[in-house]
């Protein structure tokens, strides 16, 4: 079956605009998670959604930061005012359920000129 | 979340086994160790998961000390496929749900 989809693949911008990075997870899996990845750096959590609950933001790493989930499906990754440090991968996973295994989508490489 | 620790880099000849090992010495005794694995431009995939008895998959096997507070990742014959990083993460399922990657270890495969 299909697996995670991320849109776009890459993203370029100018520093001070907004950019949205969509994920489609694998369909019927409650649980959705958002990480990125800086150039030569591990993976971190940015904000994790499961089911109706509220989600968990611990890991946005600013204000400029936010998630959406509509439906308990697609989720959008908005990031406003983008700097130059944002630029990194960004990647999303889903799972079944709180702590199944969880697939990772092909990422979005945004790029902060 | 309990840490562990992995080798920045290991080299392994192709077709040969490749033990992969990971310390993780405050494990708790609900925390599940988990492997997963990032092929190069890709997002990271799940390998393999384990709790106390040892473990194996169509992808690999998990050796689990009796003490728990070391594992070892064995992939039986290695292909140039198999040439990532590998991140040992432990879970607890009555904690958080999110993974905590580590540095992990960049496997290289030699032809």
């Known amino acids: 079956g299909a697996g995670v989809s991320q849109s776009p693949s890459n993203k370029v911008t100018e520093k001070g605009k907004d950019v949205e990075l969509r994920c489609d997870p694998i369909?019927?899996?409650?649980?959705l998670y958002w990480y990125r990845q800086s150039l030569g750096q591990g993976l971190e959590f940015l904000i994790y959604f499961q089911g109706n609950s509220a989600p968990d933001k611990s890991g946005l790493p600013s204000d400029r930061f936010s998630a959406e989930r509509t439906g308990g499906s697609v989720s959008t990754l908005t990031i406003q005012r983008t700097q130059q440090e944002d630029s990194a991968v960004y990647l999303c996973?889903?799972?079944?359920?709180?702590?199944?295994?969880?697939?990772f989508g092909p990422g979005t490489r945004l790029t902060v000129l | 979340d309990a840490k562990t620790t992995q080798p920045n880099s290991m080299e392994s000849n192709e077709e040969e086994p490749v033990h992969l090992p990971c310390n993780h010495s405050?494990?708790?005794?609900?925390?599940?160790i988990h492997w997963y694995r990032q092929l190069p431009s890709q997002g990271p995939e799940y390998v393999i998961h384990g709790l106390t008895s040892n473990v194996n998959n169509r992808m690999a096997s998990l050796a689990i000390a009796e003490d728990r507070k070391s594992s070892t990742l064995i992939l039986h014959r290695a292909t140039l496929r198999d040439a990532a990083v590998y991140y040992c993460?432990?879970?607890?399922?009555?904690?958080?749900?999110?993974?905590?990657f580590g540095t992990g270890t960049r496997l290289t495969i030699i032809p």
């Open positions: 369909s019927g899996h409650t649980a």
């Open positions: 993460i432990l879970r607890d399922p009555f904690g958080n749900e999110k993974l905590t």
């Open positions: 996973a889903s799972s079944a359920g709180r702590y199944d295994e969880q697939f």
């Open positions: 405050t494990i708790s005794g609900t925390d599940y």
